[in-house]
């Protein structure tokens, strides 16, 4: 059974080019997955597997607390992980057939006001060589609205200043050329002559973004820079790694942008996830009315 998730893994790199966090996602729940049947329902191949154990699993981590979006995504990994031990002959049925999804909360992503993103963006010391790469790297993330993995994915000539874009690998290997403002082009200049040289020591690194060691940052090591950067800000609200990217989209959208140009920024491939901005810009909308309004 590990063999054939191997196997399944490989294909997924090799035939399918997903992105590394995609396939460690379903390398995640596929293992899971795979420690059930043995454990739990005493399996040793997947050939044995039915529908039922499909629904006991599904019942099991969901009673471990998991939200309909992360079973939806375990029913994703397990119906695309049995339909490739179909075509590859391994099993003579797909027991995941008839396994409806659940569908998913429909939660609004958290944002910053522009007051606050202003707050964020001026945090960083820029007497100091992470100071500027912090600068620098708010600035790109509220000025392109890339994903984490993406902003820490850019390599030097990723970046076009006197051109004004920057060019960044998105999921499944697709290539977005994203827009770049002033603002983001003087704090990138500025790193990228002052103070990146000191970080990159002898080593020698393509990357733009680099931790103290010299290397590439880690999506991690961003992570815990920018809540470090938000509780200097004195920035209450609970945030996540995609705060910026979903505050770049939203803030867009309020100020008249096409929702097609956003789509197309944020390398949605179903413009139905952009839609979602939409919803919260009109219940910020009711939120400034309830506030403001006299008769309220």
């Given at each position: ?9 490989h ?42 154990h499909?629904?006991?699993?599904l019942?099991?981590i ?64 820029l007497?100091t ?28 000539g ?6 004004g ?22 704090a ?17 690194s ?6 103290h060691h ?8 961003y ?9 200097q ?22 100020n ?25 810009t ?15």
């Amino acid at each position: 059974m590990d063999d054939q998730l191997q196997d399944f893994l490989h294909y997924l790199v090799v035939e399918r080019g997903l992105a590394l966090n995609t396939i460690s996602s379903y390398e995640r729940d596929l293992k899971k997955y795979k420690l059930y049947l043995v454990q739990m329902e005493h399996l040793q191949t997947y050939q044995d597997v039915t529908r039922l154990h499909i629904l006991r699993f599904l019942k099991h981590i969901k009673e471990s607390g998991l939200s309909s979006r992360t079973i939806a995504r375990h029913i994703a990994s397990i119906r695309s992980f049995h339909q490739f031990l179909l075509r590859d002959k391994a099993v003579s049925h797909d027991p995941s057939v008839h396994v409806e999804t659940p569908k998913p909360e429909r939660t609004l992503p958290k944002i910053l006001s522009m007051k606050e993103v202003e707050q964020l963006i001026e945090t960083p010391q820029l007497d100091t060589a992470f100071g500027m790469r912090d600068k620098a790297m708010l600035e790109v993330l509220y000025a392109t609205g890339i994903r984490v993995s993406e902003l820490v994915g850019l390599n030097l000539g990723d970046i076009h200043l006197t051109m004004g874009f920057l060019r960044c690998i998105g999921k499944g290997n697709k290539e977005r050329i994203i827009p770049i403002g002033r603002a983001a082009t003087t704090a990138l200049e500025s790193y990228t002559a002052s103070s990146r040289g000191s970080l990159v020591g002898k080593k020698g690194s393509d990357a733009l973004f680099l931790n103290h060691h010299g290397n590439r940052l880690s999506r991690q090591g961003y992570w815990k820079i920018l809540k470090g950067l938000t509780n200097q800000a004195g920035i209450k609200k609970e945030l996540t790694p995609h705060t910026l990217r979903h505050s770049f989209a939203t803030h867009l959208l309020e100020n008249g942008a096409d929702l097609r140009a956003v789509q197309e920024m944020l390398g949605h491939a179903d413009i139905s996830t952009t839609q979602i901005y939409t919803h919260v810009t009109k219940a910020r909308l009711k939120d400034v009315y309830k506030t403001f309004h006299p008769r309220a």
